[in-house]
């Protein structure tokens, strides 16, 4: 029961260019949507989140959009940049009291080419 | 703030032994979670823990058991290992709940 997936195992995009990643999820009681970043030997980095009052946040590069009748988000980055190279992962959590668990999907690898 | 560091980085165990892997998260972060990530996967909620009690668990058996400390570390313990536990372990902790910082995990190979 994968409850958020990113359909996209890989994706190469060139430098400068912009990246899109996707998510989609199923569970209507997901509130809050995160993406990491993940180097190799490292754990998981936080990028940007969401919660389910908005449909976008931007920092800088980064920008997330949620469509929640979709069920859908997205994470654009612009421009790309070579450190940008990385697994991706999507997480949304549903929170219920001090417990927030992190429902995770399987990550989508980032390759940015010069 | 140091961050949140797990020890050891690398571990090799025989079926049927048991394992402890260890979590030091920063002050004042009262929230420490941990996930199992198999290879080619996502990150797999284990269990979580505020203020020293288990709060919340995933899909695992109970021969997954955790402790956390009142001094911000905790421990993440599995008995009978399988040669399914071989994967990353994970602990993630966060001051309010939401923000997690992740450490760089733990390879656990099971043999």
């Known amino acids: 029961d994968q409850q958020v997936k990113q359909n996209s195992p890989s994706l190469s995009v060139q430098e400068g260019r912009i990246s899109i990643l996707n998510c989609d999820y199923t569970?209507?009681?997901?509130?809050?949507f995160l993406w990491y970043k993940k180097y190799p030997a490292e754990g998981p980095t936080f990028l940007i989140s969401?919660?389910?009052?908005?449909d976008k946040n931007e920092d800088g590069r980064f920008t997330v959009f949620l469509n929640k009748s979709a069920k859908h988000l997205s994470l654009h980055i612009v421009p790309s940049q070579p450190g940008d190279s990385a697994v991706y992962f999507c997480?949304?959590?549903?929170?219920?009291?001090?417990?927030?668990?992190?429902?995770f999907g399987t990550g989508t690898r980032l390759q940015v080419t010069l | 703030e140091t961050g949140v560091t797990q020890s050891p980085t690398h571990l090799i165990k025989t079926r049927g032994q048991q394992v402890t892997l260890r979590c030091s998260s920063q002050?004042?972060?009262?929230?420490v979670s941990w996930y199992q990530q198999a290879l080619g996967q996502g990150p797999q909620f284990i269990f979580q823990?505020?203020?020293?009690?288990?709060?919340g668990r995933g899909n695992f058996p109970p021969r997954f058991s955790g402790l956390q400390f009142p001094n911000y570390s905790s421990e993440l313990n599995v008995n009978a290992l399988e040669l399914d536990d071989s994967a990353l372990y994970l602990c993630?902790?966060?001051?309010?709940?939401?923000?997690?910082?992740f450490g760089s995990g733990t390879r656990l190979t099971v043999v």
């Open positions: 997480a949304a959590s549903a929170a219920t009291g001090t417990a927030s668990k992190l429902t």
């Open positions: 569970n209507s009681m997901f509130d809050y």
């Open positions: 002050s004042g972060h009262n929230t």
């Open positions: 993630a902790s966060s001051p309010t709940g939401y923000g997690y910082t």
């Open positions: 969401i919660s389910s009052i908005k």
């Open positions: 823990y505020y203020r020293e009690e288990e709060n």
